[in-house]
Structures are given as structure tokens and as C-alpha cells.
Nanobody, 123 residues
Framework: QVQLVESGGGSVQSGGSLRLSCVAS?????MAWFRQAPGKERVVVES???????MYSDSVRGRFTIYRDNAKTNLYQQMNSLKSEDTAMYYC????????????????????WGQGTQVTVSS
């Protein structure tokens, strides 16, 4: 089972920026960032596949950017123009086994999860 370790969370004021990182213990065909706010379900934020194809949820499109390093073991999320509604625990997710070449905004596409990193945005 792949190990995923997130970092980079913190507290920031509305309009600010943060960059999240996720270090994976092995290569994954597709990876994603999820988030879970208190009392709400865990939802996907953005996803990236092996060849760099990506997908964003409507809530973050134009503000967040997902990218991977060349070795495809590290995942990043640049978050700009943060809003209070972005406050959540952010989780890195990965699928090591090949399924297809497309990114996915479905939680069922991933079978490995990190422990999460907290992002708090104050207005």
C-alpha cells in the first residue's frame, strides 16, 4: 500500500495563498486532492493523471492548480485567492494500479489516502 504524506497546510487570511505538498512512497497513475469541512462529506477538489491531464471541481477552478513532479511521486496543489469556504482538512489520494489514463473526480477511483493537512482561511 502506498504511503502518502501531506504538508503545507496552515492559517491564512482570505485572498491569500498556500501550497500543499504530498509525498508518495511509490508511483501512482492518478492522484487527487480531496477536502473535508467539519460536518460535511469528503469531496474531490482536483485530479491529475499520468500524462498530466487534470480536472478541477467548479468550486476551485481558476484559483487552484494541481501538478506533479517528473518522477510522478510528489503531488502539489497551489491555492490562490483563498476563501473562507476553502477551510477544510485536505487529503492526498492516489491509485497505484493502472485503470485508465484519465483523471477522476470520483472518490471511488482512489484507494490510498494520506492523513490530511488542515487549511484554515479567515475572512
Amino acid at each position: 500500500q502506498v504511503q502518502l504524506v501531506e504538508s503545507g497546510g496552515g492559517s491564512v487570511q482570505s485572498g491569500g495563498s498556500l501550497r500543499l505538498s504530498c509525498v508518495a512512497s511509490e508511483y501512482a497513475y492518478k492522484m487527487a486532492w480531496f477536502r473535508q469541512a467539519p460536518g460535511k462529506e469528503r469531496v474531490v477538489v482536483e485530479s491529475i493523471a499520468r500524462d498530466g491531464l487534470f480536472m478541477y471541481s467548479d468550486s476551485v477552478r481558476g484559483r487552484f492548480t494541481i501538478y506533479r513532479d517528473n518522477a510522478k511521486t510528489n503531488l502539489y496543489q497551489q491555492m490562490n485567492s483563498l476563501k473562507s469556504e476553502d477551510t477544510a482538512m485536505y487529503y492526498c489520494a492516489a491509485r497505484v494500479e493502472f485503470s485508465d489514463y484519465s483523471p477522476s473526480l470520483s472518490k471511488y477511483a482512489y484507494n490510498n489516502w494520506g492523513q490530511g493537512t488542515q487549511v484554515t482561511v479567515s475572512s
